[in-house]
């Protein structure tokens, strides 16, 4: 795997790679976590032990790495291993020509509790009313049975007696300990944490037992557990376990993946691993979308063959803590959310992990009643089934994504128009995305116009339309930096790579009118100001509105309208690409522009370390 950003990224890590004799193109193996491991030592010790996952070509990759440190896990369908090695060792690695890829093993974290917990005593006198089940249309009918929810967290108390046990089928299987050794720890059947019991008990806690609590699937008959030990009793987990737990669960003949977890940054490995599972495997994944309550995105809810979900309250309000971007597809109830924990307990916690097996339980639910679905018919139908609140306008937002999920309005639909009603016309188009996630999930999404070089004008004379020009001087991590401009859900701009450090860029376009949205983005989720330059940017519509930023999150976006007749010609940039700070005037436009700002830029500058869901 090459990074799209790899030559020019290299830029950056120049200095780190020329001082550890690594060759610029071996360094363009490299991800940016370890790019920038690389950049801050000055030297790589034989005594540092550094945990990496290796994307390897062929068979002989493998055995050759094998030998540089102790492999960790192996996940063979998508040729790459977890190893723990030294950094001295890492040269040797990248400059293996069987290496495709090497990335830092970073951790992954339960998105823990946002609100503190209420425990209660071995047994309730009453089973509890539960206001999530209502809202998402969880009681009004029963689960059709055969389908095998997994769900990767931090264990589960198969002792609990509101859960399933072991006579109801559930399996499991912990990456830390894979043979099941009672003096080993970190069991998949334990849960030392209490995290994984509470998700697990949302999607199947026991109904119609007289106590504690029920879930969105109350009959222990109707559906089966699969429970990936991803994370410790401590609540953390390294990437390459978590994956080696997907692995499993697929292995193992789940359907649905439900997972209350994220952290680090975007892996090429892992949203690999999520696209093959999904399509060729044909499961569900579902994850937390953070609890941050910004733009960042986090993973793995933020890779487009996963499903993200957002939090709402009993009164369908947003949770504060929700994070907000365009990779948020849907919403459940995610505050004050009771549930089981271990020890015969129950807390009352809130956080996108508590909305997340809502979701899940709902997809595990409707499609045990249409088996011969897709899970892209299926996932395709929970978003377009989903139900706005009463005050919200838009059809889909950053927020909510397409609404809150609604279990019988997505059985009403596929009951109505079978699984064709989650088909989408036109994917067949070659180039098409299937599964772009957000708000174009469910929608023909074509082809991406091809990539604008950086610093592009044009003749400002022969624009019949409106110029927009936006202007971009990047950080020391240029390689980390895109912008697109958007009609509707369709691409019409983008730039994919800006060559130079700390350099200015001004790019400009001919518009004709219609409803267009910029998004600037920053694929390591710190912006580009202000801890490695002060980069920044401005987008200048001609005549009308301009916005400028730079100490974002992942993304920030802008929307604006440029109002008047269709231009006979749009024209297309004519010079060549300038790499100089540049001052641009704007000449006249024949329609007028408004502009707002949507509120999804970050001020928060560190990445995605989540403590909470």
Request: glycine share 12%.
């Amino acid at each position: 795997m090459k990074l799209s950003s790899g030559l020019a990224l290299l830029l950056a890590a120049g200095a780190a790679a020329s001082k550890h004799g690594i060759e610029e193109h071996h360094m363009n193996k490299a991800s940016h976590g370890l790019r920038r491991h690389l950049e801050s030592r000055r030297e790589l010790s034989s005594g540092k032990l550094v945990s990496v996952i290796v994307e390897y070509e062929d068979e002989a990759g493998r055995e050759q790495v094998e030998g540089l440190g102790h492999v960790t896990v192996s996940i063979p369908d998508i040729h790459a291993i977890g190893l723990d090695t030294t950094e001295d060792r890492l040269k040797e690695i990248m400059e293996n020509p069987h290496i495709k890829n090497v990335e830092m093993d970073e951790m992954l974290h339960a998105l823990a509790p946002v609100s503190g917990s209420l425990r209660g005593g071995r047994r309730q006198l009453a089973e509890n009313e539960l206001y999530g089940m209502t809202m998402t249309e969880s009681d009004q009918f029963e689960n059709a049975g055969g389908m095998k929810i997994c769900v990767i967290d931090t264990g589960y108390d198969i002792d609990h007696n509101d859960l399933p046990g072991t006579d109801d089928g559930v399996t499991g299987y912990s990456p830390y300990n894979p043979d099941d050794d009672a003096g080993a720890g970190d069991q998949w059947h334990n849960d030392g944490h209490g995290h994984g019991t509470h998700c697990a008990g949302t999607i199947g806690a026991i109904g119609g037992n007289g106590f504690g609590v029920y879930g969105v699937n109350p009959d222990p008959s109707t559906f089966t557990f699969h429970i990936g030990k991803g994370l410790t009793d401590s609540g953390s987990g390294a990437t390459s376990k978590v994956m080696n737990a997907v692995e499993d669960c697929v292995e193992n003949g789940a359907k649905v993946i439900s997972m209350s977890l994220g952290g680090g940054s975007y892996s090429q490995t892992f949203d690999n691993l999520y696209k093959l599972y999904n399509e060729r495997d044909n499961v569900l994944i579902i994850a937390a979308a953070g609890n941050d309550g910004n733009s960042v995105k986090s993973y793995p809810a933020s890779y487009p063959n996963v499903m993200s979900v957002g939090a709402v309250d009993r009164f369908e309000n947003h949770a504060g803590f929700s994070q907000f971007n365009d990779q948020v597809e849907i919403a459940a109830p995610g505050v004050s959310i009771k549930s089981t924990t271990p020890g015969n307990n129950y807390a009352t916690w809130s956080g996108t992990s508590m909305a997340t097996p809502h979701v899940a339980g709902v997809a595990a639910k409707v499609w045990s009643h249409f088996p011969e679905c897709s899970a892209l018919q299926i996932r395709n139908v929970l978003v377009r089934s989903a139900v706005m609140p009463d005050d919200i306008a838009d059809e889909c937002n950053d927020q909510f994504g397409h609404g809150i999920v609604k279990a019988k309005a997505a059985y009403d639909m596929l009951d109505a128009g079978g699984c064709e009603a989650g088909d989408v016309e036109g994917v067949e188009e070659e180039g098409s995305i299937e599964t772009p996630g957000g708000c174009a999930q469910g929608t023909f999404v074509p082809p991406p116009p091809p990539c604008d070089d950086a610093g592009v004008t044009i003749d400002e004379s022969t624009c019949d339309g409106t110029v927009v020009t936006v202007t971009v001087k990047t950080d020391q991590w240029n390689g980390e930096t895109t912008f697109d401009i958007k009609k509707g859900l369709s691409a019409v701009h983008r730039v994919c790579s800006f060559p130079g450090q700390f350099t200015e860029y001004v790019n400009q376009y001919c518009l004709g009118p219609g409803d267009y949205e910029f998004e600037i983005k920053d694929s390591w989720g710190d912006g580009i100001c202000c801890t490695y330059g002060n980069g920044k940017y401005t987008v200048q519509v001609d005549g009308g509105a301009t916005f400028t930023g730079g100490n974002f999150g992942s993304s920030a976006k802008h929307a604006f309208t440029i109002e008047g007749s269709e231009p006979d010609e749009t024209s297309s940039p004519t010079a060549s690409p300038t790499a100089a700070a540049t001052e641009t005037t704007t000449g006249a436009t024949t329609g007028t522009t408004t502009g707002t700002t949507d509120s999804t830029t970050s001020h928060d500058n560190s990445f995605n370390t989540i403590t909470s869901t």
